[in-house]
């Protein structure tokens, strides 16, 4: 049966960052990036098995090891990951493209896990159309795989790539090294928008009727050896008439948790963030978030994660939204990014807690009062102070997220955060360097604060980036009373899925303090002695027992030993698109409209992009 489009989501190989983790830790430090790249791995890797590896990779290896060296061939090694979560992006672009257009789709959800489903669907349902939705990509290596598999086993299909690391890259580079990168890449055409839900219907829509894409605003197309775009207009798609029929989708699709928006963009202009560039504010009417639920939980759905960059603004709304939730009864646990210094009535969060909250995640940035109005965040400490200890009354866990070297940081004010988060004690915390995005509105204060350099390489009067890095050793060595939270595909998203999984929150706090054991001697890797070797053993042994002592729901995917993305001859051809498009970029830093951005590192990452 013909299928209109295929939607093709993350792309994350467990395998190559941890090839690239083992090089780095094992390697000589020659660089400040190295450096930081390194701390990155040692606050949230963990060296399991012989190999450096994320959090639930290496939950993966422990509670696969019992079953090592069986010669049955009926075992099957599960993957517990994030990637399990219904992909957002794929699944609001579907039910648009069906429910606007009547366009009819697929969704692979996580590539690495489904690649016989992928073949299956090229050779066997001849798509019109695959999309390849990039919102979670900071780096070309893994988009140019995917391509490559899909021209492997469909050589003719038109490849449509949009999201976040699109519309960036065309916003740093310049023609004709634009094209060039685009040409390397592979994809026929790219959506240029941060929304891109009509472009992709008229594209789609196009290429049905035999037409190209000429003429539809948004979409690059091939002309000649230029990529070009006929027509720019930013969409502003509305959010009701937006929102996904989540009733078109089965049970075994969406699985226990699922993320949904009720907001795009952010109704604050935080001087670090560069995500108000997507738009103004626009919000979805309560009405239509309860239909929403109403078919999610009809599909057996228990966790909901709201994607919002902050849930609870506009209040009113918010009051609304968990009465709403209360009312319907549905049996829903919930989390959501939460600015719970603007929460003025104890009420509220009464409303917080019937209505479900199991978890928020808190962007404090600083508990320094100086850093916080540097970052244009207007709300005093005494606020966000008492606002988290309404949640500690309630018993809902909280993480405390901050950033460490923002302008005007010293290491006083490193000092003052330390004592704030000591007075609160979260339930988590996680400190990330700052990191200097040129989109950000702080860059129109550069000069104000001698501020230099780019992403993770910069200095201004009081700070530079090396130091941010101490300042996280620091900061982490001297909070109590509180436990770290890896931040490499862990963190606030992790509590969800574990929740979907079967564990408790008593029990994924007691996981991560597992976690936390590792961290703590993770310093010691490359040390020989006696003592080091003997405290990493008691580390790893006390996650080991930790994780096997868990009530574990089985993974929705196995871990395929032999992928075809290893095979000689394709690793040959992506390592050599990615040489081409690495020394493309290079040659375009002279041609970039911010001369001090890196474009080897587009998009904000969690804490640093692996090297590959």
């Not at 001297?478 to 564990?503: E, H």
Request: net charge negative; aromatic share 10%.
């Amino acid at each position: 049966m013909a299928v209109d489009c295929v939607l093709v989501g993350f792309n994350d190989r467990t395998s190559l960052r941890s090839e690239s983790a083992d090089r780095l830790m094992a390697g000589r430090i020659t660089s400040g990036l190295d450096r930081i790249y390194r701390k990155n791995i040692e606050l949230n890797w963990f060296h399991v098995g012989g190999k450096w590896r994320r959090p639930f990779e290496a939950f993966s290896w422990i509670l696969d090891r019992p079953h090592q060296g069986a010669s049955n061939g009926t075992h099957k090694k599960q993957w517990w990951t994030l990637g399990e979560e219904p992909n957002s992006a794929c699944f609001y672009l579907a039910s648009h493209l069906y429910t606007k257009w009547k366009h009819t789709s697929r969704i692979v959800n996580f590539f690495p896990a489904q690649l016989d489903e992928l073949r299956r669907l090229l050779v066997e349902e001849t798509p019109k159309l695959v999309v390849i939705s990039t919102t979670l990509y900071t780096h070309h290596h893994p988009l140019v795989e995917v391509v490559q598999f899909i021209r492997a086993h469909n050589p003719d299909v038109k490849i449509a790539i949009g999201g976040w690391y699109v519309t960036q890259m065309v916003s740093v580079v310049e023609q004709p090294r634009l094209s060039e990168v685009l040409s390397l890449l592979g994809g026929d055409f790219y959506i240029d928008d941060y929304q891109g839900e009509t472009a992709l219907g008229h594209l789609l829509e196009a290429i049905k009727r035999g037409n190209g894409a000429s003429g539809i605003s948004n979409v690059l197309y091939r002309a000649g050896d230029q990529f070009v775009c006929d027509k720019r207009e930013i969409e502003d798609n509305d959010m009701d008439d937006c929102a996904p029929d989540w009733s078109l989708f089965s049970r075994e699709e969406l699985g226990p948790t699922v993320r949904m928006r009720t907001a795009r963009s952010c109704a604050y202009k935080c001087s670090f963030c560069n995500f108000p560039i997507i738009g103004n504010l626009a919000l979805s009417r309560v009405e239509t978030v309860e239909r929403e639920m109403k078919q999610l939980a009809a599909l057996g759905v228990k966790q909901i994660v709201f994607a919002d960059d902050t849930f609870n603004i506009p209040l009113r709304r918010f009051e609304d939204m968990l009465r709403m939730m209360i009312d319907n009864d549905f049996g829903f646990e919930w989390e959501a990014f939460i600015r719970c210094g603007n929460i003025r009535r104890e009420d509220t969060f009464d409303l917080m807690k019937d209505s479900g909250c199991a978890g928020a995640f808190l962007g404090f940035e600083s508990g320094d009062p100086s850093i916080l109005k540097n970052m244009n965040k207007a709300v005093p400490v005494e606020r966000l102070a008492s606002g988290a200890l309404e949640l500690h009354k309630r018993d809902i866990p909280f993480l405390a997220s901050m950033i460490a070297g923002f302008p005007g940081e010293t290491w006083e004010t490193i000092d003052t955060t330390v004592a704030f988060l000591n007075h609160i004690e979260p339930t988590y915390f996680k400190i990330s360097p700052f990191y200097y995005d040129h989109r950000a509105p702080v860059a129109q204060r550069a000069s104000e604060f001698d501020l230099r350099g780019a992403g993770f390489n910069w200095s201004h009067a009081t700070f530079d980036s090396q130091m941010s890095v101490d300042a996280v050793d620091y900061v982490r060595s001297n909070v109590r009373n509180s436990c770290w939270m890896p931040s490499d595909y862990y963190t606030f998203f992790a509590l969800p899925y574990l929740r979907g999984k079967g564990l408790s929150n008593g029990q994924i706090l007691r996981l991560t303090q597992a976690l936390g054991t590792c961290v703590d001697v993770n310093r010691l890797a490359n040390s020989t002695s006696l003592e080091a070797r003997s405290a990493r053993a008691k580390a790893l042994s006390t996650l080991e027992a930790t994780v096997r002592a868990l009530p574990w729901e089985d993974a929705r995917f196995a871990l395929v030993e032999d992928s075809p993305l290893d095979a000689p001859s394709f690793r040959a051809v992506v390592d050599r698109v990615n040489a081409d498009i690495s020394g493309v970029l290079a040659r375009a830093t002279e041609n970039v409209r911010t001369p001090e951005m890196p474009v080897e590192n587009l998009g904000v990452a969690s804490w640093a992009p692996m090297p590959t």
